[in-house]
């Protein structure tokens, strides 16, 4: 097995863990707070594995064009955790989780258009199964 499908195994293991630890830990505060909690210890995770790595060396390496979409990347990343966490507050986990997911399917349009990667029959209809899956979770 590829090591990026092996990462990406675990990121979907870890991922489908924080909606619902992050549901309990909402409980009595605010969504916002919570988020900073959150950020904050993702930090100092990160900043650990780069100075323990001693990637800060890479900087040099950084351009200009990387560094302004690593800030957008963080700018969008920012936003999406604020209304995932507003509506995890708020909403039913499984809802509000089926609905997030459904962004591969922007993810997917974004990387045909931008990326020019190859728009295949498996690729269309695995997005539109995402869609559907979505729309039977979430449909009252």
């Given at each position: 097995m590829p090591t990026w499908i092996l990462y990406a195994?675990?990121?979907?293991?870890?991922?489908?863990?924080?909606?619902i630890l992050a549901k309990y830990g909402l409980a009595g505060i605010?969504?916002?707070?919570?988020l900073g909690i959150r950020t904050t210890v993702i930090f100092v995770i990160i900043a650990s594995l780069n100075l323990a790595g001693e990637r800060l060396r890479e900087f040099?390496?950084?351009t200009a064009l990387q560094a302004i979409l690593l800030v957008a990347?963080?700018?969008?990343t920012s936003l999406?955790?604020?209304?995932?966490?507003?509506?995890?507050k708020?909403?039913?986990?499984s809802y509000v989780a089926a609905i997030d997911k459904a962004s591969i399917l922007i993810t997917l349009v974004l990387s045909f258009v931008l990326l020019k990667e190859p728009v295949t029959l498996r690729v269309v209809l695995g997005g539109i199964l995402i869609?559907?899956?979505?729309?039977v979770l979430v449909w009252k």
């Open positions: 195994i675990l990121a979907m293991f870890f991922a489908g863990i924080t909606s605010s969504a916002d707070f919570g040099s390496n950084l990347s963080g700018i969008t999406s955790w604020v209304f995932y966490y507003r509506a995890m708020d909403g039913l986990v869609l559907g899956g979505m729309l």
